[in-house]
């Protein structure tokens, strides 16, 4: 279906009570709209936007492409949905992700419950009558419970370079490409950031450059893809293993299969210098990921972690002959996510590519023609801004919440953000979160499958039982921080370099550590465990006789 019939779709039915609303379309609103088409409830799923696809309907950048190997990054719910889709590559672009998304929602008749082009202003708490009052534009829902899938990567973040608005030509974010097609070819573009989408758009915009201006603060690690199409027979054996395949995912770290990641048991230590170094080759050629686990303690041991480092930037000095692409000795091997690219440095080889290592020459201002660093202005036609995300909060930061007493979400997180599991905020009753602060690390659709699974469980214990509202006490929310930052200390090398893991890259806000690194397993028992116990850190009341 088209996003226009979808967007007349959602005209039909607007405003209105029901028992959960959803935010947000991206994969825990249509895993969480399919769970609960399931159960009886009255519910709706509210997206800002004119379809489905969360990220990948944002994110339409030239050369976006998943980093997780596409037959893990897909819904384990139906066998028949893992039967019948085919991926053509092992790193599917963006196009072919969203139209996945659009097929499970059509293949299971979510669509009607999905109402579009509907940003959520606010939320408020009414404790009288136990409900959520919603507002988006004219719009008012009331709901008795909200799950908010608003992602974790969704609120773009805008840099504060004087003259930015002041610029004449086509500016663009990655994070917000236009759904119309954007003609760069024979025109000098300048990009600011070389993150994960960064690195993904340079190579392919530079192929239609007449000159390309990278701004780059700091240089990232970076791995080939090494992509390519997937290989009939092992889609072959991997469909005939699903089930073994999903039950592995689940009781990994990453929630990623074993076998995709190649994870190697083995020291760093317990090897020799030479085994030491085929294993890192073998991993470069094989590409992806799994470098991070070439051994099992390159993310845990800063010394072998160096290893891993120089062995990358020697591969990047072998490539290209620019020193601004090296990343800093005191930065850590995967310190920030790692990124995947196809033929990233190798465009630095090009006459018509430049890079400005802002570190030495940092960006004065915008100008109407280009932009001005301290050693004089580069005119540019189109101006890119690959400048990130305010992770974690800066959606939910973007909506006026207000819990018990009329509490402020935003001033409740004014020091750093706290909650219980990652799922639920204390005196914010009955309003959950889907990859919210101090969530689990992992493979994006393992990870928020399970996540809502907790959640939709927890609300159906609740249904069961008679009650009113769901809350959690600060004494447990501030018990899982602290847990969180433990399980953060058991790697050394996260702390190894400033990133949108702790916040880092937003001027201003808090710093601290924002996602559980003790393994989607552990976080999977730890969630078994709580329900075992009566949901030991949460808070219940009853309904009103």
């Known amino acids: 279906m088209s996003e226009e019939k979808s967007a007349a779709l959602a005209q039909q039915v607007r405003g209105g009570k029901?028992?959960?609303?959803?935010?947000?379309?991206g994969i825990g609103g249509i895993y969480g709209a399919y769970r609960?088409?399931?159960?009886?409830?009255?519910f709706r799923v509210l997206e800002a936007g004119s379809g489905v696809g969360g990220t990948w309907y944002w994110n339409r950048y030239p050369g976006a492409r998943c980093d997780v190997d596409s037959l893990d990054y897909s819904y384990s719910f139906s066998s028949e949905l893992e039967q019948e889709w085919t991926w053509k590559e092992r790193y599917a672009t963006q196009p072919e992700i969203l139209a996945y998304f659009n097929h499970v929602v059509d293949r299971f008749g979510l669509r009607k419950y999905f109402i579009f082009n509907?940003?959520?202003?606010?939320?408020?708490?009414?404790?009288?009558?136990?409900?959520?009052?919603?507002?988006?534009?004219?719009?008012?829902?009331?709901?008795?419970?909200?799950?908010?899938a608003t992602g974790y990567?969704?609120?773009?973040?805008?840099?504060?370079?004087?003259?930015?608005?002041?610029?004449?030509?086509?500016?663009?974010?990655?994070?917000?490409?236009?759904?119309?097609?954007?003609?760069?070819?024979?025109?000098?573009?300048?990009?600011?950031?070389?993150?994960?989408?960064?690195?993904?758009?340079?190579?392919?915009?530079?192929?239609?450059?007449?000159?390309?201006t990278v701004y780059q603060r700091t240089a990232n690690y970076s791995v080939p893809a090494q992509n390519?199409?997937?290989?009939?027979?092992?889609?072959?054996?991997?469909?005939?293993?699903?089930?073994?395949?999903?039950?592995?995912?689940?009781?990994?770290?990453?929630?990623?299969?074993?076998?995709?990641?190649?994870v190697n048991t083995k020291s760093a230590r317990a090897v020799s210098e030479e085994e030491r170094l085929k294993e890192y080759e073998w991993r470069w050629n094989r590409g992806g990921q799994g470098f991070m686990v070439?051994?099992?303690?390159?993310?845990?041991?800063?010394?072998?972690?160096?290893?891993?480092?120089?062995?990358?930037?020697?591969?990047?000095?072998?490539i290209v002959k620019r020193e601004a692409l090296l990343p800093p000795q005191e930065d850590a091997f995967a310190c920030k996510r790692l990124c995947v690219?196809?033929?990233?440095?190798?465009?630095?080889?090009?006459?018509?590519?430049?890079i400005v290592n802002l570190r030495k020459d940092p960006i004065v201002r915008v100008e109407s023609d280009g932009v001005r660093t301290a050693q004089g202005l580069r005119q540019c036609d189109v101006l890119i801004l690959a400048t990130g995300f305010d992770a974690f909060t800066g959606a939910l930061g973007k909506i006026d919440i207000?819990?018990?007493?009329?509490?402020?979400?935003?001033?409740?997180?004014?020091?750093?953000?706290?909650?219980?599991?990652?799922?639920?905020?204390?005196?914010?009753?009955?309003?959950?979160?889907?990859?919210?602060?101090?969530?689990?690390?992992?493979?994006?659709?393992?990870?928020?499958?399970?996540?809502?699974?907790?959640?939709?469980?927890?609300?159906?214990?609740?249904?069961?039982?008679?009650?009113?509202?769901?809350?959690?006490?600060?004494?447990?929310?501030?018990?899982?921080?602290?847990e969180v930052l433990e399980a953060a200390k058991t790697m050394p090398t996260l702390f190894a370099c400033k990133s949108w893991f702790f916040g880092a890259n937003v001027p201003g806000k808090p710093a601290m550590f924002m996602m559980y690194f003790g393994g989607l397993a552990t976080y999977h028992e730890r969630c078994h465990q709580v329900a075992q116990q009566r949901y030991r850190g949460f808070q219940f009341t009853a309904k009103a006789s």
């Open 153 to 212: 990567l969704s609120s773009p973040l805008e840099p504060d370079i004087p003259g930015l608005k002041d610029f004449a030509g086509e500016r663009y974010f990655t994070s917000r490409w236009p759904q119309h097609e954007v003609d760069l070819s024979n025109k000098r573009i300048g990009v600011i950031g070389t993150g994960s989408s960064g690195i993904q758009i340079i190579p392919v915009i530079a192929r239609q450059a007449a000159h390309l």
């Open 402 to 482: 207000r819990g018990l007493g009329g509490e402020k979400l935003i001033q409740k997180w004014k020091a750093g953000p706290v909650s219980y599991l990652g799922i639920l905020t204390a005196r914010f009753p009955n309003m959950f979160h889907v990859n919210g602060p101090l969530t689990v690390v992992g493979n994006g659709v393992t990870t928020t499958e399970m996540l809502v699974d907790r959640i939709v469980e927890l609300l159906l214990y609740a249904e069961e039982n008679q009650f009113a509202t769901i809350d959690t006490s600060e004494e447990a929310e501030t018990a899982w921080r602290d």
């Open 294 to 318: 070439a051994f099992s303690d390159v993310m845990t041991d800063l010394a072998i972690n160096k290893t891993c480092a120089d062995f990358v930037r020697s591969k990047i000095q072998a």
């Open 228 to 262: 390519g199409p997937v290989d009939p027979e092992y889609l072959k054996d991997y469909r005939a293993r699903y089930r073994e395949i999903r039950a592995a995912e689940r009781s990994s770290w990453l929630g990623t299969y074993w076998s995709t990641f190649e």
């Open 36 to 42: 609960l088409s399931q159960l009886g409830l009255s």
């Open 341 to 354: 690219d196809t033929g990233y440095f190798d465009t630095y080889n090009q006459d018509h590519v430049e």
């Open 18 to 25: 029901y028992d959960v609303i959803i935010v947000g379309a």
């Open 118 to 148: 509907s940003r959520m202003a606010s939320a408020v708490f009414d404790e009288a009558s136990a409900v959520w009052r919603l507002t988006c534009g004219e719009d008012q829902y009331e709901a008795r419970y909200v799950i908010m």
